[in-house]
């Protein structure tokens, strides 16, 4: 088997999509907790006829558990910003 990969938090799958563009033999699974998001990351794995990459609905590792092993986990979370000192909102 291949080298594998997840990535967590995928929004719109760009990173998974690089990661293939990168490595092709590189087998990607893209999660995402959002169903929006999930909807767009397929969109564009069709757009791009990306092959090898599996798009799931996933909060964190809890739907992943039993697709195997990966070897790398990449995770870029939305940016949320925390309120000021002061309580002021952001």
Known sequence: ????????????????????????GLEV???????NAVFSA???V?????????V????LFQDIEGR???DVIVFNPPWIPEP???GAAP
């Open 1 to 24: 088997a291949g080298a594998r990969a997840l990535d967590l938090g995928t929004g719109c799958g760009v990173i998974a999509l690089l990661l293939r563009e990168l490595r092709p």
């Open 29 to 35: 699974v893209a999660s995402d907790l959002c169903p």
């Open 42 to 44: 397929a969109c564009e």
């Open 46 to 54: 069709a757009r791009h006829g990306a092959r090898g990459l599996e």
């Open 56 to 59: 799931v609905e996933s909060d």
């Open 68 to 70: 195997g092993l990966f």
């Open 84 to 86: 000021a000192a002061d």
